[in-house]
Nanobody, 120 residues
Framework: QGQLDESGGGLVQAGSSLRLSCAAS????????MAWYRQAPGKEREIVAS?????????YATYSVKHRFTIIRDNAKNTLYLQINGLEAKDTAVYYC????????????WGPGAQVTVSS
């Protein structure tokens, strides 16, 4: 099982931008379709965005996410990124990365996540 380590979160004001990183070890992300997930307080974890192993196919969960979030992968660095612009209070959540977005197993242990808190 691979390991993941998310970073880049923080407490920011609405309208700000953040770039989250997810560094993988133990497995190569280049072998998997990957995704970013988030879990808001009191809610279940949900998928936010996914990217195929080659980067050719990208999907976003909602219209709002599609126009503010950008998922990026750097297979050479074994790292996944999520650029978030125009942060809104509803984006407050713990953000995680993993495989599993296409019905496949989660090939990595869940990392600690990156806490994003947006103040309005």
């Amino acid at each position: 099982q691979g390991q993941l380590d998310e970073s880049g979160g923080g407490l920011v004001q609405a309208g700000s931008s953040l770039r989250l990183s997810c560094a993988a070890s133990g497995r190569n992300i280049s072998d998997y379709n990957m995704a970013w997930y988030r879990q808001a307080p009191g809610k279940e974890r949900e998928i936010v965005a996914s990217i195929s192993w080659s980067g050719a196919n990208i999907n976003y969960a909602t219209y709002s996410v599609k126009h503010r979030f950008t998922i990026i992968r750097d297979n050479a660095k074994n790292t996944l990124y999520l650029q978030i612009n125009g942060l809104e209070a509803k984006d407050t959540a713990v953000y995680y990365c993993n495989s599993g977005c296409d019905g496949s197993p989660y090939y990595f242990n869940w990392g600690p996540g990156a806490q994003v808190t947006v103040s309005s």
